[in-house]
């Protein structure tokens, strides 16, 4: 398998789709001739020209209702957002329109459209431009959420958010686009809506996603060190949810800890939290525990930047707190 980064994978994909479906097309700002602001449509506008790679305005909620309504009419657009930030300015098409309209046409009409770019915690950003947005979509019947921490997964799942047939939010963290791993060359597609089990445990179970997904291998890593035997069960789909992955896994550790970098009310957290209790509760030995980002606007200080969210440190002591050490 090439070793490739995260930017790398995605525009694989989108590269492998729009070869595939002439019906694919890129739009966003700068996604064209500047190759995106993160680099990750790079070399898509020299393929594909400026029918299928379209540069657009600063005007979220414009863009967005055009590729809601090019999904409508039988394109299958994928909408980048130079972050996810951005996206709350379009959160009305996304929301009314993405979301609803199969629903409210009676099926007349499908909205194939993916809604990608980067989401949560960056760097010296502040407080509106570094935000986690996954609750905010996960919360809207008739979306599909998706957030891969990984190359691999980011290949796999974006290939099929571009072939589904429903509006997906796709979650690219805005840290991860440099970070490598293994991807095969040859065509895969992953099912939205698995979770996947990145490390096998007898003792404790840590779900997460997403960025955090490598905070939490490196703390099984020191976890193994002192005798503690973690299992890790990446979500990777937000909405729909794999709710048997999860269930399994806390059966068989009786012992949960969820890291999440989203705000910790009424979060993805919170919700995972409250299934495993309704579902699995007979089996557990301990409240199930959260970390999350501190329920603050992300400050800009560094330290505190850092202090706000989700850290190797924080996931240990939750996880000895649920193990009673």
Known sequence: ??????????RQAMDEEMAR???????????????????????LYDKYGEKRVIDTPITENGFAGVGIGAAMAGLRPIVEFMTFNFALQAFDQIVNNAAKMRYMSGGQFKVPIVFRGPNGPAEFLSSQHSQATQTFFAHVPGLKVVAPGTPYDAKGLLKA??????????????LMYSWEGEVPEEEYIIDIGKADVKKEGSDITIISYSKPLRYVMESAEILEKEGINVEVVDLRSIRPLDEETILNSVKKTNRCVIVD???????????????????????????????????????????????????????????????YI
């Open 1 to 10: 398998m090439s070793i490739i980064t995260m930017r790398e994978a995605l």
């Open 21 to 43: 479906d002439k019906n694919v097309i890129l739009m966003g700002e700068e996604v064209a001739q500047y190759n995106g602001a993160y680099k990750v449509s790079q070399g």
């Open 161 to 174: 958010a571009i072939r589904d047939d429903n509006p997906v939010i796709f979650l690219e963290s805005e």
């Open 261 to 323: 970098e989203s705000w910790p009310f009424v979060s993805v957290a919170s919700h995972v939290g409250w299934l495993i209790s309704y579902k699995a509760f007979d089996y557990l030995d301990a409240p199930v525990e959260l970390v999350t980002s501190e329920d603050v606007p992300m400050p800009y200080n560094h330290k505190l930047e850092l202090a706000a969210q989700p850290s190797v440190d924080k996931i240990i002591k939750a996880v000895k707190k649920v193990m």
